[in-house]
């Protein structure tokens, strides 16, 4: 399904999701479609691209936990290939599923970047209330919430909320689904948003809460300036269904000056959108001839009479696909991400469509273009292909995830806006194994890494969670033994982490008698944190690997969990 970036947009283009390996040739994509084996693999972080370690994440019957890098591996599944729906999970953070459109034998690679669930509001549930978050507006009645069993609460409510601006560029990985909807007719729709709006109640004590049947709770969206003239006066409202997987209409908002304003029964996340008829576009991108496939390039289309904004990537085979708007012209643009953002490399003006129509190839000429092909193939200690591993590819604080093959090989072209050094790490998540880094300062043209050998333990990481947001280092660590104090200290762009106890060497559970985790440090009122050690090494050099588990306590009095884990290695 070709996401929409509805960066500006009052339709959906539903494209084929991104990285999906699958032929050219288009099936109906308004059919349920057959069932098909599908593998997901792919990188889950936050909103400033931090991975999530510990993340957890499934598909059908099988599950996988993301690793120091925020990378997954699923084993193949057979789902519908119309409706192939991943579930991504982690404490402190709104739940994730979005349904692909997937062809049989393909290996789905995704980028998702997790919502943290922000404390906007508290109130007494017996007391009217207005909560705010960028913008949005919640304006609740008095006596209007009630426990998840439908019991009577008249305690603390905690408002979490988080609005989703439909210009923002990241949309596109932080909204649930892939803005496909049921109607109230029971037809599926392609949605076109004007805001979201996800929100989740809860007692101090972490209990779920909800509306009161036959209450209901106004909400207000804004507009942004850029879609006002395009907005209607009145829109239909719907929320989202984790389970399915798709948005399902449920009342309307009217236009009030800049904002949508409509009531609610109940709370998920909520999306103000349009709905549009659909024909099938279908093309394949190459670089520089007709025999070079460009893969997990962005095709972007805008629709020339109202500037809205729809978007997809190519596959391993250069194929894009999937429903666009009927009778409307657009410009196409091919987009290669790379440190400095998205890079357009090629224009074009294409359509109106009034039927299905596949475009002739997409030729994007290397001339002008700083870029750079990459291939090799990893393989472990035994110099066998290793087909559980994967690349990251890092340049001036930018990362990319590329999976292997069955056969342990890679490849990828970077579109580069300068040439600043490039670094290549192999992974194995299973073995927990990397490889060492290599390292070239002026990438151009082609780059044969030929075989990587991972073969290195993965030596050293310290992972902290504090009230859901996980913080991951695998650099710049230190841990020190100095008579009856244990310390371990590590720090990653602008953050850092250190904590202490009194220990000679042993296992065993010990609490901490110092934690500092900046940049939260200065609002820290107290902390009760223990840690588990369960392999204390003698000497420098040794490991020490261990768990946290207790609480932080902030000067406003609210108290969140810590947890972690981390293996280190002793540096005295």
């Known amino acids: ?297 962005q095709v972007r289309l805008t629709i020339v009479s109202s500037g809205y904004v729809g978007f997809s990537y190519t596959d391993a085979n250069g194929c894009f696909g999937g429903g666009v708007p009927k009778d409307e012209t657009f410009v196409l643009e091919v987009l290669m991400y790379d440190q400095c953002g998205y890079q357009s490399i090629f224009t074009q003006t294409i359509g109106p469509f009034s039927s299905d129509a596949t475009l002739p190839p997409i030729i994007v000429p290397t001339i002008n273009i700083n870029y750079v092909t990459l291939s090799g193939r990893l393989v472990d200690c035994n110099q066998q292909p290793l087909a559980t591993g994967y690349v990251l590819l890092s340049s001036n604080n930018y990362d990319q995830f590329v999976p292997v093959a069955n056969d342990g090989t890679f490849s990828k072209t970077l579109v580069l806006c300068s040439t600043n050094p490039l670094s290549i790490i192999g992974y194995d998540p299973v073995t927990q194994k990397e490889s060492v880094a290599l390292n070239y300062p002026n990438p151009t043209g082609t780059i044969q890494t030929g075989d990587i050998q991972v073969c290195t333990n993965i030596s050293e990481f310290v992972n902290v969670v504090i009230n859901g947001q996980n913080y991951s280092f695998i650099s710049a660590i230190e841990a020190s033994k100095d008579g009856e104090w244990f310390l371990v200290w590590a720090q990653t762009d602008q953050k850092s982490v250190n904590f202490s106890l009194k220990n000679y060497g042993q296992t065993g559970t010990f609490p901490l008698e110092y934690f500092n985790f900046y940049p939260v440090a200065d609002s820290v009122a107290n902390f009760n944190i223990n840690t588990t050690i369960s392999t204390f090494g003698p000497n420098v050099g040794d490991k020490v690997i261990g768990t946290l588990s207790g609480s932080i306590e902030y000067q406003n009095g609210q108290t969140v969990p810590v947890l972690g884990t981390y293996q280190v290695n002793r540096d005295h």
């Open 1 to 297: 399904m070709l996401l929409m970036k509805n960066w500006k947009l009052p339709l959906l283009l539903l494209l084929l999701s991104s990285a999906t390996w699958f032929a050219c040739d288009r099936d109906d994509l308004q059919s349920a479609g057959p069932m098909a084996d599908v593998t997901f693999t792919g990188r889950i972080t936050n909103e400033s691209g931090e991975a999530l370690y510990g993340a957890t994440v499934r598909a059908g019957d099988q599950s996988a936990t993301a690793d120091v890098n925020g990378v997954f591996q699923l084993k193949k599944v057979r789902l519908s290939s119309r409706n192939a729906i991943l579930y991504v999970s982690q404490p402190g953070y709104f739940e994730f599923s979005r349904a692909y459109v997937v062809e049989n034998g393909s290996l789905q690679t995704v980028s998702i970047q997790l919502l943290k669930k922000n404390p906007v509001h508290s109130f007494l549930a017996s007391q009217s209330s207005v909560a705010q978050t960028a913008g949005a507006k919640l304006s609740f009645p008095a006596n209007s919430i009630v426990k998840a069993d439908g019991s009577a609460y008249s305690g603390i409510v905690d408002v979490y909320a988080r609005y989703l601006d439909p210009t923002s560029p990241d949309l596109h990985q932080q909204m649930p689904g892939d803005l496909r909807g049921i109607s109230a007719g029971g037809e599926e729709q392609t949605l076109a948003t004007f805001g979201m709006l996800g929100v989740e109640l809860i007692t101090p004590g972490d209990e779920l809460l909800n509306i009161a049947p036959g209450q209901e709770v106004e909400i207000s969206m804004p507009i942004p300036a850029e879609k006002l003239a395009a907005a209607p006066a009145e829109i239909a409202l719907w929320h989202y269904d984790v389970e399915t997987a798709r948005w399902i209409e449920e009342g309307a908002a009217q236009k009030v000056g800049n904002n949508y304003v409509g009531k609610v029964k109940h709370f998920s996340f909520w999306n103000c959108d349009d709905g549009m008829p659909l024909v099938n576009l279908s093309g394949k991108v190459f670089l520089g001839n007709n025999e070079t496939p460009l893969t997990n390039a």
